[in-house]
């Protein structure tokens, strides 16, 4: 129970809005099925912001740089699943371009490859 007049948070608490309502309830982004590890950045040609939600300015002072979703959603301090949607609309409207992490088949090669690595380490 908190007194008459006494504030019923405390800073650690941390933000007061659920991430349901950052994202309005949805749960998929704009047609862009995004990986923690795709590159994002501020397209060179991007058109004027129009939404007043402040995580889409963030977004968008953060990747300036080419950022990683994952690092966005950890500097944004949002889980995965939002800064995923959140970006996806980015790049719906041509604020952002991505690009995708190159995915390799693992094979013996990788294997023996980690194996020499290890052997090295080891003789450090």
């Known amino acids: 129970m908190t007194r008459h007049h006494q504030p019923w948070f405390d800073d650690d608490a941390g933000p007061l809005v659920r991430p349901y309502a950052v994202t309005r309830g949805r749960t998929v982004g704009a047609g862009h099925d995004l990986d923690m590890l ?5 397209a060179t040609a991007a058109p004027r912001l129009r939404r007043s939600e402040p995580e889409y300015a ?19 301090k949002l889980p995965l699943a939002v800064t995923k949607i959140l970006v996806g609309d980015l790049i719906g409207e041509g604020h952002l371009t991505f690009r995708d992490p190159i995915h390799t088949d693992t094979g013996s090669a990788d294997l023996t490859i980690l194996r020499a690595v290890l052997a090295g380490i080891r003789k450090l």
């Open 58 to 76: 963030d977004i968008m002072r953060l990747c300036r740089a080419p950022q990683s979703v994952a690092e966005v959603s950890a500097l944004l």
């Open 38 to 42: 795709t590159l994002v950045v501020t």
